[in-house]
């Protein structure tokens, strides 16, 4: 079963636009699929296979020029020296939409598209399935809860896995081998602590100190850590925003997982049910509608700039999305009824600036139109607003 990707028409336009787009992405979130099924006529070529690997490293001039002009190189972060001769490659033959890369490390990844490819590459950022793209394929949930455990893996979908043992398997050989990888970790145990520790303070304002101390490491290798973490697209840093605002903001970032599956596995949630129940209900709700957000604007092909505001009398908007120089306030509540009261953080913050043109709260309850251009919304109608 394919699911069609939002991203899909923005991948289209871009290929008419620059000699080479990039697909960046966490691992199993689609990205070869996505290659294969949008681009049928184009080459392919998987760094991942050893041989196809080895020819690559070698030979880089033969192996581009056995592959044709039009070719998707998979998993191009096992030889970032290949970017190099693209970059000539290109500027040989001239014209757009000759080559779309992939790749699963976006920090070692972009540090060598930044030397070789500047100019000549656009980048996609996919994330595993939206609500969205589930409901255009009449995969629907009747709770929160169910999204939450089942999570957004595409091969949880294609293949009926089920979503514990996915998330088990993904945990063990992806997060801990390339992350191990990533920063030579000789003992996983300290950072396999970290993970579920960072999980447990979800969508909270981060204190690293705090966090290192229950860790049992320094707050610079926490630091580090989740800098990998946040690199191969496990966790999203939401940021403050801050406006001439003075000393009244909060400035340290919020943290998320980028499957909200991921997260209820490593807080123990073995079945759906168990989330209604849990202390952290709240915080899983929310990851899951930032996480809607922020693939909204990846799969426009737009910067996410989204943001959290909190000041240090505890107002809060849980997210503020910067289109241009106007804001649209989310703020997000498990609750499947409405009052008014939930509404205090958000009147608030645009007490404080003139710039929001629409504030929403996101919810588990029917769709509200409010006066002063505020909306209550059914979370799974999140990629729509942004």
Known sequence: MFIRRAIGAELQQLLKEY????????????????????????????????ETREIA????KAFLARHGDRVVVDE??????????????VDEVKGNGQYVLTGSHQLSLREAISQSLAGRTAILNLLPFSISELKATDIQFDRFEDYCFTGFLPRIY?????PTTAYSNYYQTYIERDVRQLIQLKDASLFEKMIKLLAGRVGQVLDYSSLANDVGVDAKTVRHWISILEASFIVFKLSPYFENFGKRVIKSPKYYFTDVGLLCFLLGIRESDQISRDPLVGQIFENLVVIECLKSRYNKGTLPDLYFFRDNKGNEVDVVAQSGRSLKAIEI????????????GIRRFNSITDKVESSYLIYTGEAHSLSGNISAVHFTSVESLL
């Open 19 to 50: 000699p080479v787009v990039t697909i960046l992405g966490p691992r199993q979130a689609g990205k070869t699929t996505l290659a294969k099924e949008s681009l049928k006529e184009y080459n392919y070529a998987n760094l991942e296979d050893p």
């Open 333 to 344: 509540k498990s609750a499947s009824t409405f009052a008014m009261n939930q509404l205090r």
């Open 76 to 89: 191009v972060q096992r030889v970032p020296e290949l970017l190099s001769h693209i970059q000539v490659r």
């Open 57 to 60: 490293q070698e030979d880089p």
């Open 158 to 162: 294609e293949e009926s896995q089920r």
